[in-house]
């Protein structure tokens, strides 16, 4: 098991973790306020759709149409 440095996000065998943003994060930078989005289209952007969705709801980033 190899061991992480948070402070400098370097494995103790000198391989560079990823600290960027999230990938709920990054799935947001594609959404425009006042868009429709289909299940299908989110799909481009996540590998977890559903679990974003439900995030983005419940942050009140996006909210379901009844």
Same mark, same amino acid.
Request: contains cysteine; proline residues 2%.
């Given at each position: 098991?190899?061991?992480?440095?948070?402070v400098? /996000?370097?494995?103790?065998? /000198?391989? &560079?973790?990823? $600290? /960027?943003? =999230? *990938?709920?994060? !990054?799935? *947001?930078?594609? &959404? *425009?306020? /006042? $868009?429709?989005?289909?299940?299908?289209?989110?799909?481009?952007?996540?590998? =977890?759709?559903?679990?974003?969705?439900? $995030?983005?709801? !419940? $942050?009140?980033?996006m909210?379901?149409?009844?």
């Amino acid at each position: 098991m190899r061991a992480i440095n948070i402070v400098t /996000g370097v494995c103790t065998v /000198g391989v &560079l973790v990823w $600290q /960027g943003m =999230s *990938k709920l994060d !990054e799935l *947001k930078r594609h &959404l *425009k306020p /006042g $868009q429709a989005y289909r299940r299908a289209d989110l799909a481009r952007w996540s590998t =977890s759709v559903d679990r974003h969705l439900k $995030q983005l709801v !419940e $942050q009140m980033t996006m909210r379901a149409r009844s």
